[in-house]
DNA sequence: CAGCTAGTGCAACATTTGTTGCATATCCGA
DNA sequence: TCGGATATGCAACAAATGTTGCACTAGCTG
């Protein structure tokens, strides 16, 4: 028996399992490393779920007890089954594989290496930098084109619980970029552009700089006609073994600067990051996980 | 403090120690995985020593306790420091570094680690059925709502240059999500959603299951809801040291994606990209770079 | 509505865990 | 050889662990 029939017998039976039961049969899926290396109590806690939950579960899946459970990922991991070290060096064994899988593994190899790399010092820096300034900002104005696009627009939302300090540019057929207007010298400008540079985002951006709005870059050079502007930039690699530039380092910085901006804020930051998220519920629109029962 | 330092100590101070501590030490020298998975008294049991050595051992060392040994040990585990391909990524030297540095690193880590994830065999399959899937399709309409509404976007956006068979749901205030309504059978649905999975989400793609419209899912769990409904699943992490989870690896994925489907198309597919950079060209959207001079 | 079954919370269980105070054994230098 | 320090064995400890019997509840069926 080893853990991969664990995972499919769980899968198999995840559909007629019991609320409860459901919670503790994804908390194992997806945290293996827990299931070998807690104490069961604690994953029970981790998990949101009573203790002899966790035991029944083992039970009902025909196990003798969670202990059983427990040696089965001991195991995956001694053989290197989970985690990344493992699986890295079971690619270095794998023969023959499509020229599908090759590709895509190329470019998620790329990916990884290519984000790791904003992990450097400077890298580091230029965050700290332009977060310090964009927390420092009354509205911070988020552009971004085309393929940069979507990278504005995950800094707008993710700033979206904080508050309405941010404003995502573009987004509709009307007003257009036009909104940037009403930026002064007090506001902040982060704007994402990469080869080929969008004529609008620089115009723009160009614009801010004039007004003194202070600009924050996203790009791919030091000598991108955006860093010449900006205050701080935050430098990002688009090559990749695809047709298509990758934008996901950037993305990871986008997301890696609105967690510092959020830092910033201090306790007022989670209390309006609780206050969004009971907002969210009120509206339903999310799916319900079982909440516990409690005693009457 | 890391599992190396401990690694150090010991050797250090080994010739001075007494026979038994010796013995103890050897063993968690030895067997690193054995000191984060089993109890301590069965360790002193294979060790053949008592388990108070292994407490005192620890305390020796200078540790509160054989706990923190062991979550020492537990850590290297995680982040896959133990085995063969042990000590390679890890930076050397790690200086002082601000609050803020060190956060960004770790988010910036994390990233890295869980899209590096998305090049085990399995994701790599699941990357290559889901592209043959969306490459078959007639048309694919493109849902992801909130958090990942720019993942969805992303890869509409890569693959509008291939023409205009992606379709990116919930843009307009005005059709909303009704555009799906067309899909038939013949189309694909890629639909991306994480815990806490949007509401909006998991309807539509039920209903468009019901109607056999093949689903694609980007998510992050196999015992998401949308896994079920799914035809092809692949699975990203969110985990992430932020507040906010990352989505950075549906990033990917989805930009792995697109590149894929561009492969199926073949030459036509080239045909098509360049077609669509020359009326990008066309529109001036773009900002020229300086053209070499050719001379006079 | 009653009656039933399956799910879940709770309290208590026997075990096991890691640790420590004390007694004894061993070693080393004088 | 002795004296003192150090190392080790032992017993007992509180704390935590995984499990189970019982009671109550929710939801279903007739």
Redesign the pocket.
Known sequence: MDRDALVRKIIDSFPGL????GVAARYIVDNPDDVALL????QARRAG????????L??RLGY????AI?ALHANAIRQGELGFAGRAGRQAVRQKESGETALARDIVAAGATQIGRLGAPDSLAALADAAALLAAARRIHCLGLRSSHAIAAQFAYIMSFLGDRAVLLGTDGFRGLDAVRMAGADDALLAVSVAPYSRATLDIAHWAAGENVPVVAITDSPVSPLAAIARHTILVSTESPSFFHSMAPAFVAAETLAALVAGHGGTETLAAIARAEQQLAAFGVHHLA?A?????
């Open positions: 019991p609320a409860q039961l104490s069961m109590r604690e779920v009573q203790p002899w939950t966790m035991s029944r083992a039970k003798d007890g969670y202990e427990r079982p516990p029962r409690t005693r009457p």
